[in-house]
């Protein structure tokens, strides 16, 4: 019986053998999961954000204006509406250290990465030294 990653309840209380050959692809129980709103077209084709037809929502169009920020974002793609139950789940993530909950992420990333994204080069975003100690992370030295 495999408990969810997320609130630790475990979906059926009575272990069947499907619940030792059926593999949840998210490690959450069935209710957390419901709160998984996948993003999909139509969207804003720079940042994700759900709109009624393909195009550029109003923030880009008006980041795009900036001098500042004009060409720096070319294309981000998130997986999951930024629901008010996703809030709770990557504070739980990031601020708690509860690195398992990533996994959730994982499979879809993949997905979008080879669809969408295939030959760019994945660079990781460094933290300032500030949110890394509210974070809580291990620092390695070298
Ligand atoms: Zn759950
Ligand atoms: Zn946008």
């Not at 550029?56 to 720096?72: M, V």
Request: net charge positive.
């Amino acid at each position: 019986m495999i408990a969810c990653a997320y609130c630790g309840k475990v979906d059926s209380p009575l272990p069947s053998w499907a619940t030792f050959f059926v593999v949840n692809d998210n490690n959450l129980c069935g209710r957390c999961a419901e709160h998984l709103e996948k993003l999909e077209s139509p969207w804003c084709e720079v940042c994700s954000r759900p709109m009624k037809e393909n195009g550029i929502c109003s923030d880009c169009n008006r980041w795009e204006s900036s001098a500042k920020w004009a060409g720096l974002i070319q294309r981000n793609r998130s997986v999951f509406q930024y629901n008010e139950w996703m809030q709770g789940y990557l504070a739980q993530l990031k601020y708690r250290g509860d690195a398992a909950l990533a996994d959730v992420f994982a499979r879809n990333l993949q997905r979008i990465y080879r669809q969408q994204f295939d030959r760019c080069l994945l660079v990781p975003i460094p933290l300032s030294e500030q949110r890394m100690s509210e974070r809580g992370s291990i620092r390695v030295r070298l």
